[in-house]
C-alpha cells in the first residue's frame, strides 16, 4: 500500500507562505511527478510529505493513517537525493546495506535483499566496488538501490537526475520508468524538466508559487491545459500563445497553438513570417518565424529536413481544430 493524502497543508517560512492551502491525493503504486518552475515549490511539497520540514497546518496521511507529525525514520517512505550521497570508504554492497544494518534487519535478510536490488538495477557485478570506481548513473542506481531494499510503501525522488549529463539522463529515465512498472510501488517524482515529467508520469502535478495549477495525465495536460500557465508550460517546444487582435477575431484573450499543429508552405497560408533560426534535428526541423503581426517569433515543427533559410519568407497556418482558447484570466475556454 502507497496511498498518501494531503488535507489543506500549508506551509510558512516566518511571515511568508509558500504552500498556501494544498489538497492532494496519490493513489497507490501511481508515479506522481510534481513539475514546475525553479521556486514553485516542488522540493518543499516533497520534503512536507518526507517529514524533513515540518507543515505549518493540514494533514498528511500515508494509508489513511495520519503521519503529520510522525518523524521521517517510520513514515515508511524512502528518499533519494539530488546528490548521491554514498560513503565514499565502502563498497556498493555496505552503501546499499547501510539502511538496513540501522534498522537492525538480520544479515541473511539484509543479502537477499541487496541481491535482488543489484539486479534489478543491474549492480551485481558492482558490489564489491567502491563509489569512486562507478560512473554517475552507476551512483545514482545505487542510491537508488539503497532506497529499494528498505521497501518502502513510497518512493521520493528529489531531482536526481540533474547530475547527470544528458545521455545518461534518458538511459536513468528509463531505468527509472522500467523499475516502477516491476515494483509497483508508488514513486514521488520531482523534476523542472517537463520531458521528464511528460514521459515517465501517470499522473502530472503542475506547480506555480506553491498553488497547484493543474492534476492530469501527461497527455490530459497537452490536449487541454487548464490555463496559460500549464499551456506555455507543459510541451516541447512550448506552445505558441497569441494575443492582440489576431486572438480577437476569435472572440478571446489569447489564443494557442502547438508548433506540430502549423502547417508551414513556401506558397500561401494564414500567417505570413521570416524565417529566423532553423533547429535541424534530423528527424524534425524547428523553425523560428517573425510574424509582424506578432511580437514573439513563433516557433513551428516541420518533419525531417525542411529546406529553408535564414531570412527566408513561409507561410503559416495553424489546425483549427487545436487552437486553445483562453479568457482575459487565462482559463481555458471549452
Not at 541481491?115 to 557485478?125: M, P, Q, R, V, Y
Not at 501527461?218 to 499551456?231: G, I, K, Q, S, T
Given at each position: 500500500m502507497?496511498?498518501?493524502?494531503?488535507?489543506?497543508?500549508?506551509?510558512?517560512?516566518?511571515?511568508?507562505?509558500?504552500?498556501?492551502?494544498?489538497?492532494?491525493?496519490?493513489?497507490?503504486?501511481?508515479f506522481t511527478v510534481f513539475v514546475g518552475p525553479s521556486g514553485c515549490g516542488k522540493s518543499t511539497l516533497l520534503r512536507l510529505i518526507a517529514g524533513l520540514e515540518d507543515i505549518t497546518s493540514g494533514t498528511?496521511?500515508?494509508?489513511?493513517?495520519?503521519?503529520?507529525?510522525?518523524p521521517p525514520a517510520k513514515r515508511g517512505l524512502a528518499m533519494v537525493f539530488q546528490s548521491y550521497a554514498l560513503y565514499p570508504h565502502m563498497s556498493v554492497r555496505k552503501n546499499i546495506a547501510f539502511p538496513m544494518r540501522m534498522a537492525g534487519i538480520p544479515e541473511d535478510e539484509q543479502n537477499r535483499r541487496i541481491?535482488?536490488?543489484?539486479?534489478?538495477?543491474?549492480?551485481?557485478?558492482y558490489l564489491e566496488r567502491r563509489p569512486g570506481q562507478l560512473s554517475g548513473g552507476q551512483r545514482q542506481r545505487v542510491a537508488i538501490g539503497r532506497a529499494i531494499?528498505?521497501?518502502?510503501?513510497?518512493?521520493?525522488?528529489?531531482?536526481?537526475?540533474?547530475?547527470?549529463?544528458?545521455?545518461?539522463?534518458?538511459?536513468?529515465?528509463?531505468?527509472?520508468?522500467?523499475?516502477?512498472k516491476r515494483l509497483a510501488t508508488t514513486m514521488i517524482y520531482v523534476t523542472h524538466d517537463q520531458v521528464e515529467a511528460m514521459t515517465m508520469a501517470d499522473k502530472i502535478v503542475v506547480l506555480q508559487a506553491g498553488?497547484?495549477?493543474?492534476?492530469?495525465?501527461?497527455?490530459?495536460?497537452?490536449?487541454?491545459?487548464?490555463?496559460?500557465?500549464?499551456?506555455?508550460?507543459?510541451g516541447s517546444p512550448k506552445m505558441n500563445l497569441l494575443s492582440g487582435p489576431e486572438a480577437e477575431k476569435h472572440g478571446v484573450h489569447t489564443i494557442g497553438i502547438r508548433p506540430e499543429h502549423t502547417a508551414i508552405s513556401t506558397e500561401s497560408g494564414t500567417w505570413e513570417g521570416t524565417v529566423g533560426v532553423a533547429e535541424?534535428?534530423?528527424?524534425?526541423t524547428f523553425l523560428h518565424v517573425q510574424c509582424p503581426q506578432f511580437a514573439e517569433p513563433?516557433?513551428?515543427?516541420?518533419s525531417g529536413e525542411f529546406p529553408v533559410q535564414y531570412g527566408?519568407?513561409?507561410?503559416?497556418?495553424?489546425?483549427?481544430?487545436?487552437?486553445?482558447?483562453?479568457?482575459?484570466?487565462?482559463?481555458?475556454?471549452?
Open positions: 502507497g496511498q498518501i493524502k494531503l488535507e489543506q497543508v500549508t506551509k510558512s517560512f516566518g511571515p511568508v507562505e509558500v504552500i498556501p492551502p494544498l489538497d492532494l491525493t496519490i493513489g497507490d503504486g501511481e498528511i496521511r500515508i494509508d489513511g493513517q495520519d503521519a503529520t507529525n510522525v541481491e535482488a536490488a543489484a539486479t534489478a538495477l543491474n549492480l551485481t557485478d531494499v528498505r521497501e518502502p510503501a513510497a518512493f521520493l525522488f528529489d531531482e536526481p537526475l540533474s547530475n547527470l549529463d544528458a545521455a545518461l539522463r534518458v538511459g536513468m529515465r528509463l531505468e527509472i520508468s522500467e523499475l516502477h498553488v497547484i495549477e493543474q492534476v492530469g495525465s501527461p497527455l490530459e495536460l497537452y490536449r487541454a491545459p487548464r490555463n496559460v500557465f500549464v499551456a506555455g508550460f507543459i535541424h534535428l534530423g528527424s524534425d513563433l516557433t513551428v515543427r516541420a527566408d519568407r513561409i507561410f503559416l497556418t495553424p489546425d483549427p481544430a487545436h487552437l486553445h482558447r483562453f479568457d482575459a484570466a487565462g482559463l481555458r475556454i471549452a
